[in-house]
């Protein structure tokens, strides 16, 4: 138990859905931080959040909406994805954006048809 | 047993062999590194990490050796168990890029009892 938890664990949504990942850590962090992870592939930086404002857009479509209405709460939403998004979607926290060492969630497993 | 080379994502050894797990990093400039260890349905989770002005660091059944003339970080774990089974993938960080951590490809450990 990492002190971060994840909902849903898994998702299957068709391209014209509209749903929600939703993340909550209990540890006190002040950053939190959204990865999307292909198989095959390195962890992929989405969006980092440091004292609930968005610091970081590391260049994804704008089907994906994060937000941060405060420092233990971090949601993705999600609107008209492709099968290309399909992957295993993780959110982390850690102490400040400037502490190396980050907490992982379970994950949420997402399936586009 | 040993993983070689960039890109060999699997490594199987003996249980109560030692298996060494490498990784080629790409900033000269990292200032900071992490070992994190993933198992099947779970996020990654920390194992050792090793600043850049060192060259070992030792934890429990686990060494990571730092070469930043090479370029290369690896994960030493001594007497290998079945519950090491996982994929490792190591972080470099660099204070230089707001503290962000850039993932590698990962390699898949499996201990045959």
């Known amino acids: 138990e990492t002190g971060v938890t994840q909902t849903p664990r898994h998702l299957v949504m068709g391209m014209t859905n509209k749903k929600s990942l939703k993340c909550e850590q209990h540890?006190?962090?002040?950053?939190m931080y959204w990865y999307k992870q292909s198989a095959k592939k390195p962890l992929e930086l989405m969006f980092v959040?440091?004292?609930?404002?968005?610091?970081e857009n590391n260049s994804v479509p704008s089907r994906f909406s994060p937000e941060c209405p405060n420092s233990s709460h971090l949601f993705l939403h999600l609107h008209t994805l492709q099968p290309e998004d399909s992957a295993l979607y993780l959110c982390?926290?850690?102490?400040?954006?400037?502490?190396?060492?980050?907490?992982f969630g379970p994950g949420t497993r997402l399936t586009v048809l | 047993g040993e993983s070689v080379g960039l890109h060999l994502p699997t490594l199987s050894v003996q249980e109560g062999d030692n298996s060494i797990i490498n990784c080629a990093y790409s900033?000269?400039?990292?200032?900071?590194f992490i070992w994190y260890k993933q198992e099947s349905g779970k996020g990654p989770q920390f194992i050792i990490d090793?600043?850049?002005?060192?060259d070992k660091r030792q934890g429990q059944r686990v060494t990571v050796l730092l070469n930043k003339t090479v370029k290369h970080l690896s994960l030493q774990i001594a007497a290998t168990q079945p519950g090491d089974s996982a994929v490792y993938f190591c972080?470099?960080?660099?204070?230089?890029?707001?503290?962000?951590?850039?993932f590698g490809d990962g390699t898949t450990l499996t201990v045959k009892p």
């Open positions: 982390a926290s850690s102490r400040g954006q400037g502490f190396n060492e980050q907490f």
């Open positions: 540890l006190g962090h002040n950053a």
């Open positions: 959040y440091s004292l609930e404002e968005r610091v």
């Open positions: 900033n000269s400039a990292s200032d900071y």
């Open positions: 090793i600043r850049s002005n060192m």
């Open positions: 972080a470099e960080i660099s204070n230089t890029n707001a503290g962000k951590s850039t």
